[in-house]
């Protein structure tokens, strides 16, 4: 009898990644999430026990090169097979280009594109062996559609895109579909934060940012993380097979171009 599919999320322990691994969880994969140490890790790790009780979490800086090796062998040893990655970490805090140090670059190497890159590798080394697999890299609309206000945000999400793309190619012979998913705005503790912020420096309240938020999307409103998810649960599907190389935006709207 074929095992049941199994599914390592690297940064769930909120928003779209939390969302993801219990919408997976809901559809009989088994899951491993993955993300930093704390109090976050450890309150996603009770909610997905709730939806899964064999839901396994991991702690680990996927920022740091020995942790992801580390963070693979337990799901070796614990999961005994991935079938799923998904990629799902916020990266480097955001700056103009007149704003930005290189410090800005180097934060959103450090932190997304080189996980996002040995993960993708450190997975499909093992999909390879089954001839079956899913990698679904969250990465946000300024791969291609720049953003003056986070210069550093796009040059590493179009190097995640490219490097994906290139990867999707090789990978198809075995099976391995490569995708994907680009939130706009998705109502998370990151937004909200940053909602925060914004109002405390335009000296106006959160919800008048939020207000204005919604309104610059054709939707009329944000979008939640559940619906994100629902298209990295698609794309991770056994239906999603000749879907690869993708990118697909789940923004109401909001990307422009073509």
Known sequence: MEQRRTALII???GGIGLAAALELAGRGVRVAIAARAGERLERAASVLRDAQPEGLAFA???ADADDRRILFERVDAELGRLDILVNSVPGAEPASFLEHGIHHIEEGIRKKLLPYLDAMKLASDRMRTRRWGRIVNVVGNMWKEPDPLRYNFGIVNAAIVNASKAAAFELAPYGITVNGVHPGSILTDRLRSVWADAAERRGVTVETV????????????VGTPEEAAAVIAFLASEEAGYVTGQQISVDG?????M
């Open 210 to 221: 939020a207000q204005g938020a919604a309104a610059g999307v054709p939707a009329g409103r």
């Open 60 to 62: 680990a800086d996927v």
């Open 253 to 257: 709207g909001s990307m422009r171009s």
């Open 11 to 13: 940064g769930a322990s």
